[in-house]
């Protein structure tokens, strides 16, 4: 726990990192909160109220629809956060594990995942997600599904060179000459080693997958109405933009304030586990 | 260095084989008939049969897979259902208008990125320094369709300044330019933080190097140095990033050629999808990725030209 809070005050010491995580915490809170810190519910439907401007009965306005857009933002928040945070995780668990074969497994096998690898990257992002929504049609797990395969590749690699390095390291042959099996010395003496460096890079991760959240939802790929979306906000402001602007700015606010949040607090993160990395982009 | 370039012309061949593999996969487990979907619900049969062959639906998968092959090689991604145009045709010639947009993304975030990056290196620990830091990072993080919209909302619909809508009038150079400033601006602003941050690392790593202690001893003036001496080595890393960067544009291109109702890639692959055109979704998809993929082989050989200690590591 102390370590915990030694963490906490180091990046409370960095006027970026006091910023960032601030930001992720009252992003956090509001989403996990949010059902106590609004009336409304996120998807009802007012016509009499459609198209108001913001005012003290609707801070941010409303919509087409006259729905509360201070609510839709806060429980947009919980979608964002859900699939940030569920999508990297299995991205994780499966560039640990392709990773790890690679580095450790036959040469071959090796060459071939490094060629997938390269081959998934080389669709550029948005292009991908549209395509695979041709096919599978818009839903949440279409957006998980982009996540992935643009997070993986990544960290697939990076899992694998540190694998390598380790792969002839001391305490490895070691355990290797006692007659260790490959399985208890990827879970026991490599994985434990290369998750640190591979949690910092996945909290710089976290607002590139609420971005593509975002992003898919805007263009109507993603998360299906009336589930209340950021993405989705800015795409029912985006049509009605040159009236009522305020549906835009409730719409992108989140999305700006949760990835400046989240980036400045990855970068102090990293650079305070990680100097090397400084400065890398 | 004929060598280095083959190499990796080999490699970036096997990653496009790789992906059109991939392509094929996805557009073979497509849930449902591709020829029911392209002809709708009140196909007849005898239609849906005579489609089927057309496609070579009705051939073994890997016949169809040789045949797709075969024919992509030969510049024939098939014809669109709806107007029976040839795909590719379609694609050329919604292309110049997204290469347009990514060139000028490309000059937006090269023309502050570079000075941004040089400024900061000189101005090392100082005040200006951590601003541009912040602001680099900043630029990184906001998304480009929050950008795009947000750009809108300020300069075209508030403001006034400049067009929201098209790609303005064909012929006329200022009006096709005007339409371009801020789409591009959505598409670039991201890259200016990219480029000013690796410009900063690599001018201070330059700027230590012999040659320009030698410059100093001279008595050059610090001006000089940084932007004559140094900017031509530090420059180098952005043209590999650059080459990745292309790829990320291409990507905020759909989103900026969205808001701002401009022709394009992006918006042709948006509007195929909507009516499930899928012979226009996947040769689009295989263009931009074949256009990608080129260009990344061409920023690698480019560093190689450049830079010999590439090459080296290379091989």
Redesign the interface.
């Known amino acids: 726990m102390s370590g915990l809070w030694r963490t906490v005050r180091g990046i409370m010491r960095e006027p970026?990192g006091a910023v960032g995580l601030t930001l992720v915490t009252l992003v956090v809170l509001s989403a996990v909160f949010a059902s106590a810190l609004t009336s409304y519910a996120p998807s009802k439907i007012s016509p009499a109220e459609r198209f108001a401007s913001p005012s003290l009965l609707h801070l941010l306005g409303t919509d087409h629809l006259g729905r509360d857009l201070l609510t839709r933002v806060l429980y947009g928040g919980r979608v964002a956060l859900l699939i940030a945070l569920g999508a990297t995780a299995v991205s994780l668990v499966l560039g640990v594990v392709l990773g790890l074969i690679a580095g450790y497994g036959p040469r071959w096998l090796d060459n071939v995942l490094l060629?997938?690898f390269?081959?998934?990257k080389?669709?550029?992002?948005?292009?991908?997600a549209?395509?695979?929504?041709?096919?599978?049609g818009p839903s949440l797990y279409a957006v998980v599904l982009v996540v992935m395969l643009v997070n993986v590749p990544g960290y697939a690699r990076i899992i694998r060179t540190q694998t390598l390095v380790l792969k002839s390291a001391e305490h490895v042959m070691a355990a290797r000459s006692m007659g260790a099996s490959a399985g208890r010395i990827l879970r026991v003496h490599i994985l434990p080693n290369i998750i640190g460096p591979i949690l910092i890079l996945i909290s710089m991760d976290i607002?590139v997958v609420v971005?593509i959240e975002?992003?898919m939802s805007?263009?109507g790929?993603g998360v299906r109405p009336p589930t209340p979306s950021w993405g989705a906000i800015?795409n029912d402001?985006?049509a009605n933009?040159?009236d009522s602007?305020w549906i835009?700015?409730a719409g992108?606010l989140p999305?700006?304030l949760t990835?400046?949040g989240?980036?400045?607090f990855g970068?102090t993160l990293r650079d305070l586990f990680d100097p090397r990395l400084k400065?890398?982009? | 260095m004929i060598r280095y370039a083959l190499k990796r012309l080999w490699l970036g061949a096997?990653?496009?084989s790789?992906?059109m593999m991939?392509?094929f996969a996805?557009?073979y487990?497509?849930?449902g008939d591709p020829a029911s979907v392209a002809l709708g619900p009140r196909a007849t049969p005898e239609m849906m049969e005579a489609l089927r062959v057309r496609m070579g639906l009705d051939q073994p998968v890997w016949r169809q897979f040789l045949h797709f092959y075969g024919s992509v090689l030969r510049g024939d991604l098939g014809t669109e259902v709806l107007s029976n145009r040839p795909v590719l045709d379609v694609v050329i010639e919604q292309l110049p208008f997204t290469l347009a947009l990514v060139v000028g993304g490309i000059t937006w975030s090269v023309a502050l990125g570079i000075p941004l990056g040089c400024i900061a290196a000189v101005r090392r620990g100082g005040f200006v320094d951590q601003v541009i830091g912040?602001l680099s990072?900043?630029m990184?993080?906001?998304?480009s369709?929050?950008v795009a919209?947000?750009s809108?909302?300020v300069f075209a619909?508030?403001l006034q300044w400049l067009p929201a809508i098209g790609a303005g009038e064909p012929g006329d150079l200022t009006s096709r330019l005007q339409h371009l400033i801020l789409p591009s601006l959505a598409v670039g602003l991201g890259w200016i933080g990219?480029i000013s941050?690796?410009v900063?690392?690599s001018m201070l790593e330059t700027l230590e190097a012999s040659h320009i202690r030698t410059a100093r001893a001279f008595g050059l003036t610090e001006n000089r140095i940084v932007y004559t001496y140094a900017l031509r080595i530090a420059v180098l890393p952005t043209i590999t990033?650059l080459g990745v960067g292309i790829?990320?544009m291409?990507?905020?291109s759909?989103?900026a050629e969205?808001?701002f109702a401009r022709p394009g890639i992006?918006k042709l692959?948006?509007e195929?999808?909507s009516v499930?055109n899928?012979p226009i979704?996947?040769g689009?998809?295989l263009v931009?990725?074949v256009f990608?993929?080129l260009v990344?082989v061409a920023a690698d050989i480019l560093v190689g030209v450049l830079d010999p200690r590439v090459r080296s590591s290379f091989n």
Request: aromatic share 14%; hydrophobic share 65%.
């Open positions: 970026l060629l997938i390269d081959a998934v080389s669709f550029p992002t948005v292009m991908l549209l395509t695979l929504v041709t096919l599978f607002p971005a975002a992003g805007f263009l790929l800015l402001g985006f933009i040159r602007y835009v700015i992108g999305i700006v990835t400046l989240f980036t400045f970068e400065g890398r982009s | 096997i990653i496009i790789v992906a991939m392509m996805m557009v487990l497509i849930p912040v990072v900043a990184i993080a906001v998304p369709f929050v919209i947000y809108l909302l619909v508030a990219y941050r690796i900063r690392a990033l790829g990320h291409l990507s905020s759909v989103f969205i808001v992006g692959v948006y195929a999808i499930r899928y979704v996947s689009a998809v931009t990725t990608f993929v990344n």
